[in-house]
Protein backbone atom coordinates (compact mmCIF):
# COMPACT_ATOMS: atom_id res chain seq x y z
CA UNK A 1 0.00 0.00 0.00
CA UNK A 2 1.23 3.26 -0.79
CA UNK A 3 1.51 4.61 3.00
CA UNK A 4 3.38 1.57 4.11
CA UNK A 5 6.84 1.94 4.85
CA UNK A 6 8.97 1.55 2.04
CA UNK A 7 12.42 -0.03 0.81
CA UNK A 8 13.73 0.19 -2.20
CA UNK A 9 15.63 -3.00 -3.54
CA UNK A 10 19.52 -3.31 -4.36
CA UNK A 11 18.94 -6.45 -6.40
CA UNK A 12 18.96 -6.19 -9.99
CA UNK A 13 15.66 -6.72 -11.68
CA UNK A 14 15.54 -10.43 -12.93
CA UNK A 15 13.30 -11.71 -16.11
CA UNK A 16 13.35 -15.54 -15.95
CA UNK A 17 13.30 -17.79 -18.93
CA UNK A 18 11.10 -20.69 -19.06
CA UNK A 19 9.99 -23.17 -21.73
CA UNK A 20 7.34 -21.22 -22.64
CA UNK A 21 8.16 -17.78 -22.48
CA UNK A 22 10.31 -15.19 -20.64
CA UNK A 23 8.95 -13.98 -17.19
CA UNK A 24 8.89 -11.14 -14.52
CA UNK A 25 7.24 -9.75 -11.37
CA UNK A 26 6.34 -6.81 -9.59
CA UNK A 27 3.55 -5.78 -6.98
CA UNK A 28 0.62 -3.81 -6.57
CA UNK A 29 1.61 -0.38 -6.94
CA UNK A 30 4.74 -0.61 -8.71
CA UNK A 31 3.19 -0.94 -11.84
CA UNK A 32 1.72 2.33 -11.49
CA UNK A 33 5.11 4.15 -12.73
CA UNK A 34 7.06 3.43 -16.08
CA UNK A 35 10.40 2.68 -14.97
CA UNK A 36 9.70 -1.37 -13.94
CA UNK A 37 8.18 -2.24 -16.71
CA UNK A 38 10.35 -0.65 -18.72
CA UNK A 39 13.18 -2.97 -17.44
CA UNK A 40 10.82 -5.47 -17.71
CA UNK A 41 10.72 -4.83 -21.54
CA UNK A 42 14.47 -4.64 -22.13
CA UNK A 43 14.85 -7.72 -20.41
CA UNK A 44 12.65 -9.28 -22.85
CA UNK A 45 9.26 -10.36 -20.18
CA UNK A 46 6.34 -11.68 -22.46
CA UNK A 47 4.25 -11.86 -19.15
CA UNK A 48 4.50 -10.54 -16.09
CA UNK A 49 2.55 -11.10 -12.98
CA UNK A 50 1.26 -7.89 -10.52
CA UNK A 51 -0.72 -9.07 -7.55
CA UNK A 52 -1.92 -6.14 -5.80
CA UNK A 53 -4.44 -5.07 -2.83
CA UNK A 54 -7.21 -2.43 -3.82
CA UNK A 55 -9.94 -0.78 -2.14
CA UNK A 56 -13.29 0.48 -3.30
CA UNK A 57 -12.14 4.01 -3.45
CA UNK A 58 -9.15 2.74 -6.19
CA UNK A 59 -10.62 0.10 -7.70
CA UNK A 60 -10.20 0.01 -10.85
CA UNK A 61 -7.62 2.52 -11.24
CA UNK A 62 -4.53 -0.08 -10.39
CA UNK A 63 -5.34 -2.32 -12.80
CA UNK A 64 -5.84 0.01 -15.68
CA UNK A 65 -2.73 1.23 -15.16
CA UNK A 66 -1.35 -2.26 -15.24
CA UNK A 67 -3.00 -2.12 -19.04
CA UNK A 68 -0.87 0.79 -20.33
CA UNK A 69 2.63 -0.47 -18.71
CA UNK A 70 1.42 -3.66 -20.99
CA UNK A 71 1.00 -1.47 -24.09
CA UNK A 72 4.36 0.11 -23.56
CA UNK A 73 6.02 -2.88 -22.50
CA UNK A 74 4.49 -5.16 -25.67
CA UNK A 75 4.51 -7.63 -22.60
CA UNK A 76 1.25 -9.84 -21.46
CA UNK A 77 0.54 -8.41 -17.85
CA UNK A 78 -1.91 -10.84 -14.98
CA UNK A 79 -3.07 -8.66 -12.18
CA UNK A 80 -4.88 -10.71 -9.77
CA UNK A 81 -6.27 -8.14 -6.83
CA UNK A 82 -7.18 -8.94 -3.39
CA UNK A 83 -10.51 -6.22 -2.91
CA UNK A 84 -10.30 -5.16 -6.29
CA UNK A 85 -10.91 -5.87 -9.77
CA UNK A 86 -8.55 -8.55 -11.15
CA UNK A 87 -7.91 -8.02 -15.15
CA UNK A 88 -5.45 -9.92 -17.49
CA UNK A 89 -4.48 -7.90 -20.58
CA UNK A 90 -2.63 -8.83 -23.75
CA UNK A 91 0.46 -6.76 -24.91
CA UNK A 92 -2.02 -4.54 -27.26
CA UNK A 93 -3.77 -3.75 -23.96
CA UNK A 94 -6.82 -6.12 -24.53
CA UNK A 95 -9.19 -7.03 -21.91
CA UNK A 96 -8.26 -11.20 -21.53
CA UNK A 97 -9.90 -11.38 -18.69
CA UNK A 98 -11.77 -9.59 -15.50
CA UNK A 99 -13.10 -10.21 -12.34
CA UNK A 100 -14.29 -7.68 -9.65
CA UNK A 101 -14.76 -8.45 -6.20
CA UNK A 102 -17.57 -6.37 -5.57
CA UNK A 103 -19.25 -8.59 -8.43
CA UNK A 104 -21.16 -12.19 -6.99
CA UNK A 105 -18.57 -14.65 -8.38
CA UNK A 106 -16.88 -17.75 -7.64
CA UNK A 107 -13.61 -15.73 -6.89
CA UNK A 108 -11.60 -17.41 -9.32
CA UNK A 109 -10.31 -15.69 -12.72
CA UNK A 110 -9.64 -17.64 -15.41
CA UNK A 111 -8.11 -16.73 -19.03
CA UNK A 112 -4.92 -16.74 -21.25
CA UNK A 113 -2.66 -14.41 -22.70
CA UNK A 114 0.22 -14.58 -24.98
CA UNK A 115 3.92 -15.39 -23.46
CA UNK A 116 5.36 -13.38 -25.82
CA UNK A 117 6.70 -9.93 -25.95
CA UNK A 118 5.56 -8.40 -29.25
CA UNK A 119 8.14 -5.38 -30.49
CA UNK A 120 6.45 -2.41 -32.16
CA UNK A 121 6.71 1.34 -32.31
CA UNK A 122 4.77 2.09 -29.12
CA UNK A 123 7.26 -0.04 -27.06
CA UNK A 124 10.04 2.01 -29.08
CA UNK A 125 8.89 5.12 -27.71
CA UNK A 126 8.63 3.62 -23.93
CA UNK A 127 11.86 2.75 -23.60
CA UNK A 128 13.97 4.07 -26.83
CA UNK A 129 15.07 1.76 -30.00
CA UNK A 130 16.01 -1.71 -29.92
CA UNK A 131 18.47 -3.19 -31.38
CA UNK A 132 15.99 -5.78 -32.90
CA UNK A 133 14.17 -2.61 -34.82
CA UNK A 134 17.22 -0.68 -34.96
CA UNK A 135 14.86 2.62 -34.67
CA UNK A 136 13.98 1.74 -37.78
CA UNK A 137 9.77 1.92 -37.31
CA UNK A 138 10.86 4.93 -35.08
CA UNK A 139 12.89 6.50 -37.71
CA UNK A 140 10.04 7.69 -39.88
CA UNK A 141 8.20 9.77 -37.26
CA UNK A 142 11.41 12.26 -35.68
CA UNK A 143 11.25 14.87 -38.94
CA UNK A 144 7.19 14.98 -38.50
CA UNK A 145 8.39 15.69 -34.96
CA UNK A 146 11.07 18.67 -35.41
CA UNK A 147 9.13 19.82 -37.56
CA UNK A 148 5.95 19.69 -35.32
CA UNK A 149 8.52 21.35 -32.85
CA UNK A 150 9.86 23.82 -35.18
CA UNK A 151 5.30 25.56 -35.59
CA UNK A 152 4.92 25.44 -31.62
CA UNK A 153 3.67 28.39 -30.24
CA UNK A 154 6.06 30.13 -28.36
CA UNK A 155 4.38 32.18 -25.48
Not at 71 to 96: K, L, N, Q
Amino acid sequence: MPTEPILKGVAPIRVLARPWGRAAGAICYDYDFPALAREHANGGAGVVMVPGGDWRGIDPHHSLMVRVRAIEGGMSVVRPVRDGTSMMFDAYGRVRASLGAWEANEGIIIGTVPTQQIRRCTHCWATGPQPSLSGSCCLPWRPLLAVARERAPTD
